[in-house]
């Protein structure tokens, strides 16, 4: 709770203006009724420190403060709640940006959009009734305890023992009583979703091979689990109502008969038995909405542990800032080692990329090509040995100084879902649609899209599947020549491709050569053609 409460520092002036409101509705609520009990008093002629049209007055005043009260407090807290969702989605966005790629490799793609809208949406729930209604609850019964202890202290005593037990020991009593229950509804939830994404990706397979009945199957017995966790949750939050009230209503009884018995004993008036009584039976509203926090928080702080693990989880690798800005003049991986776990990938590499060099890269699959880019890239740090760029090494220049220098194509060309042009545009935000024109023809793109119906403004579809493998991997080309690093690294970037489109692209970086550097990782010897050296991997060993 205390990591969740420490998100609203930006928002503490609404949170205390939820509160007050807050607070001096619950007691205009809670006064109506305990000034309706002084008017029946003055009715039957018992005395009372007030007259009936001041009473009748007053209890007006407290319905109309009540009414625009509860408005003004619901709206700002919902106010806290939803920007601070704005805020989480922010800061959560940032953090996986400072993990990506390395921390993320291994992450389950739907959990973390399970994480991203449903979990940070189920927080709502703690930012807009819990904060502020646990603050409320104390001080209201600070303020009743005075009140009906003025009567007698044993009372006031009755009340505060009351207000206890169902504000905090109920509460927490019902949290035990559910252990794992909300934090395993959320991650079956979470598998749930990326099961289903998986499923969608996967549509084609599954109908091809005939293992739709099998999916759906599967797909049943994890919907039946997690609707079985969730009935077990509401079970909990049943049973808990159901104590809640059965404890009002026998703390409303030990405050009768308590208050009865004081008035024997002379040391009460009558108007103290009928005013404290009342008074406890109207004041439950603050502290009933905590012992329902039991039960619906635990599926919220599943939640919010969720979203809090993604907000620390330290990055593999830092973001560098404050260094000088260096030019490109070549680049190098000296005595380079390299495992993931326990499995060494690269082992003691050593390659020399001259300045307007064009350098190949060849080898079977799984043998630390692609690795080395992505060390070049800096998404890993070395473990043994350096890689640097103009002399310098790379975990000591400006991230952002980095990303300018070089440009990188997988063998994957990620499309988002928009336009082709926005897609381009990723790479240059301010690029203008010569440029975007020039790169597309470079990578022997331009007259594909020119084709389309739209153009440029064609949307590519989810994941970019209106298009082949191929026209994917020359917008990602394009890409690189739109960001005009001088370094470039390319892995695999013809595998997808025709020998024609081929030999437009090799033409292009040929052309390239002098202002560019690149290096080129490919299986196709057709590819290598243009290299000026030729690097060959086995084992983790170039040679």
């Not at 749930?192 to 293992?211: I, K, M, W």
Request: some cysteine.
């Amino acid at each position: 709770m205390m990591r969740l409460i420490g998100l609203v520092k930006p928002l503490t002036g609404f949170m205390i203006l939820a509160i007050l409101m807050g607070l001096i509705g619950h007691l205009s609520a809670a006064f109506i009724t305990i000034f309706g009990g002084y008017a029946v008093a003055e009715i039957l002629q018992i005395e009372t420190p007030f007259t009936l049209a001041f009473l009748f007055i007053s209890v007006g005043v407290f319905a109309l403060v009540r009414g625009l009260l509860r408005y003004a407090e619901q709206a700002c807290n919902h106010f806290i709640a939803f920007k601070l969702l704005a805020l989480i989605r922010d800061k959560v966005f940032q953090a996986l940006r400072k993990l990506c790629p390395a921390r993320l490799e291994g992450k389950d793609k739907g959990n973390l959009i399970s994480i991203i809208t449903s979990d940070i949406e189920l927080l709502e729930v703690f930012y807009a009734h819990t904060i502020s209604p646990i603050v409320i609850a104390v001080l209201f019964s600070v303020i009743l305890c005075g009140f009906i202890g003025s009567f007698h202290p044993v009372l006031g005593g009755i009340a505060a023992l009351a207000y206890l037990v169902i504000g905090v020991i109920v509460p927490v009593f019902t949290s035990k009583l559910s252990g794992e229950d909300g934090i395993r509804f959320r991650s079956k939830s979470g598998e749930l979703s990326a099961f289903v994404l998986d499923s969608l990706r996967g549509l084609t397979e599954t109908l091809q091979y005939g293992q739709g009945f099998a999916r759906l199957d599967s797909m049943n017995a994890q919907t039946d689990a997690l609707s079985e966790d969730e009935a077990r949750l509401k079970r909990t939050a049943g049973r808990n109502q159901a104590v809640t009230n059965t404890i009002i209503l026998a703390f409303d009884l030990i405050m009768l008969f308590t208050a009865a018995s004081l008035y024997q004993e002379g040391q009460i008036e009558f108007l103290g038995v009928m005013i404290s009584t009342i008074a406890l039976m109207s004041s439950f509203g603050p502290v009933v909405a905590l012992a329902a926090l039991g039960s619906t928080l635990q599926n919220t702080f599943a939640a919010g542990n969720r979203v809090l693990d993604i907000l620390e989880e330290s990055p593999v690798v830092e973001e560098i800032t404050g260094k000088e800005t260096i030019s490109f003049d070549g680049a190098k991986a000296e005595n380079v080692t390299f495992a993931y776990g326990d499995e060494t990938i690269l082992d003691h590499v050593s390659v020399d990329i001259p300045k307007g060099a064009v350098v190949g890269i060849t080898g079977r699959s799984g043998s630390g090509k692609s690795t080395l880019l992505k060390l070049f890239m800096r998404f890993w740090n070395v473990q043994q040995g350096c890689v640097t760029i103009s002399d310098t090494k790379v975990e000591e220049m400006n991230t952002a100084n980095l990303r300018d220098l070089e440009g990188f194509v997988t063998q994957e060309t990620h499309l988002f879902h928009d336009s082709i042009r926005n897609n381009l545009r990723i790479a240059k935000l301010d690029a203008t649609d010569e440029e975007i024109q020039a790169a597309c023809k470079k990578a022997s793109v331009h007259d594909f899209i020119m084709s389309l119906p739209q153009g440029y403004d064609t949307p590519v579809g989810e994941l970019g599947d209106t298009l082949s493998g191929g026209e994917r991997q020359r917008i990602g080309l394009a890409r690189a020549f739109l960001h005009d690093a001088p370094f470039l690294l390319l892995d695999e970037p013809t595998s997808n491709l025709d020998s024609l489109n081929e030999a437009v692209i090799l033409k292009s970086l040929k052309e390239e050569k002098g202002d560019k550097t690149v290096v080129l990782v490919s299986h196709r010897q057709s590819t290598m053609r243009i290299v000026d050296q030729m690097y060959s991997v086995e084992h983790g060993r170039f040679s």
